[in-house]
């Protein structure tokens, strides 16, 4: 076996998905890297989730990143065959939403998070996918092509990654609501600070 140790970084240079050869610090490797960072938070957060229904969710979400992280580090004119991102991953992340919402006391108030350790992991995993939007959001506006739906399936992931921290909150019957910790009180979604 060859050694992982391939030296061929050690200029600051590593090459996309097709061998074109650019800056490690090229918003592309940017962004791809961000996905990769977020996939290893799930695994984090899968590995301390105690819900089953949400840790086989993770894996399956896992497994989908590195199609995300592929159509990222893939430059559109190395691309072949079809984009690995497809409308169907968008909706399905969508569904799950849907589903999640309908849980009662789900979607009561804003959260300080924290208030349960699996449901910290997801929401730091939803503010490194969120990263990850904005670094996919910069690649469009530069020009930069990304494959159709991978913009969706991460915003949609990031909706998705809040609503797991919530379900590990209320199961746990954590007290993490924004107003109740400030003492306020009115409809959801007020003002709570």
């Not at 050694?3 to 490797?29: C, E, H, N, P, Y």
């Not at 497809?86 to 919402?101: G, I, K, R, S």
Request: glycine share 10%.
């Amino acid at each position: 076996m060859s050694s992982i140790a391939t030296k061929l970084g050690d200029t600051g240079q590593t090459s996309l998905a097709g061998g074109k050869r650019v800056s490690k610090g090229a918003l592309r490797v940017e962004t791809y890297g961000t996905v990769d960072e977020l996939n290893a938070a799930l695994g984090y957060a899968r590995s301390i989730c105690a819900d089953p229904d949400l840790a086989a969710a993770t894996l399956a979400i896992q497994q989908d990143l590195f199609k995300v992280g592929a159509a990222l580090a893939t430059p559109p004119e190395s691309r072949k065959g079809d984009a690995p991102v497809t409308e169907t991953m968008v909706e399905l992340l969508t569904a799950q939403v849907y589903a999640l919402e309908a849980l009662p006391g789900l979607l009561s108030d804003w959260s300080v998070p924290g208030g349960d350790p699996a449901g910290a992991s997801f929401d730091l995993a939803r503010t490194i996918a969120r990263r990850a939007e904005r670094h996919v959001v910069r690649m469009d506006e530069e020009g930069e092509d990304v494959g159709p739906f991978v913009l969706a399936y991460l915003n949609r992931l990031s909706d998705l990654l809040w609503l797991f921290g919530r379900k590990l909150e209320v199961e746990a019957k954590s007290q993490a609501a924004l107003r109740q910790l400030n003492g306020m009180s009115g409809p959801r979604w007020s003002r709570a600070w």
